[in-house]
């Protein structure tokens, strides 16, 4: 059982940055991806950055490449997603999970809350 929980979404304007971060409760020692993932209103969720624990092997979606950075903290356990140059159309629900294969949503089984971005214009 592994339980995620995020944090750092809130508003800001075009350009701006945000952190969010997830923390997830289990087997420190594990080795497993975690990703993060976002939904707007009337989309699909989608991938946007995922990590394998264990080392190396980052993702990112083409429509945030070069602008969202995807790390682990301290512990394994703990991913960031650090988010550049926001654009109104990165306004979404932002969802951490584990345990899944890269950015396909459906593999995943474990889910945060989710924490919302929102980005004016």
């Known amino acids: 059982q592994v339980q995620l929980v995020e944090s750092g979404g809130g508003e800001v304007e075009a350009g701006g940055s945000l952190r969010l971060s997830c923390v997830a409760s289990?087997?420190?020692?594990?080795?497993?991806?975690m990703a993060w993932f976002r939904q707007a209103p009337g989309k699909e969720r989608e991938g946007v950055a995922g990590?394998?624990?264990?080392?190396?092997?980052?993702e990112y979606a083409a429509s945030v490449k070069g602008r969202f950075t995807i790390s682990q903290g301290n512990t394994k356990t703990t991913v960031y997603l650090h988010m550049n140059s926001l654009e109104p159309e990165d306004t979404a629900v932002y969802y951490c999970?584990?345990?899944?294969?890269?950015?396909?949503?459906?593999?995943?089984?474990?889910w945060g809350q989710g924490t919302q971005v929102t980005v004016s214009s």
């Open positions: 999970a584990a345990g899944g294969l890269r950015l396909d949503p459906s593999t995943y089984y474990y």
């Open positions: 990590v394998y624990t264990g080392g190396g092997s980052l």
């Open positions: 289990g087997d420190p020692a594990a080795n497993y991806y």
